[in-house]
């Protein structure tokens, strides 16, 4: 998930404040960049939710009991709202061509709230989990 989160995701993040001044093909090129490096970092925190998730099934374990875990489950589900919207905000695709024409500033709008959003709640989720036992032995081991 941090490979995710916090390697392609900021990466995805760069790309898209490098276009802010881009206008037609080159524009267009680097948003297709930003949308694949960002499938990339979805794929990343979906498997790595999957690991997570399977592991505390399969050791009887409850799931998201501690803070980290509270925070992370929000911060997964922003993880899968925050590319839809980018799909849609994305007018090659023409998915944006379905939705009111009166929408379309606030479905992008709303996309670059929820990017920023769910990078900074992860690094405030990878936060919470340092003081994690687990971590504090690989911690010991080094
Ligand atoms: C977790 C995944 C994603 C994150 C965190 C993310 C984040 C962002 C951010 C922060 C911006 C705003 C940059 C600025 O300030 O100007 C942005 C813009 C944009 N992103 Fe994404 N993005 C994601 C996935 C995608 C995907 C899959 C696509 C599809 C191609 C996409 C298409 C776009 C487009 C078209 C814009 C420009 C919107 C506008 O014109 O205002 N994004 N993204």
Redesign the pocket.
Known sequence: MSAGFLGF?TE??ST??AF?HLEGGPRVRA??R??WV??A??VCIALGFLVIYTNKANNGKQHFTSLHGKVGNINTWL?VA??VG??F??RKLGLITCLPEPWHPFI?WL??CL??L??MLALVTVQLVLPHKAIMQVGRIW
Request: hydrophobic share 40%; proline share 4%; charged share 10%.
């Open positions: 995701m995805g993040i898209a404040l802010r948003i297709q930003h949308g960002q499938v970092s979805t993880a925050t590319p980018g799909i905000s994305f992008k996309h670059r990017g920023l769910t990078w």
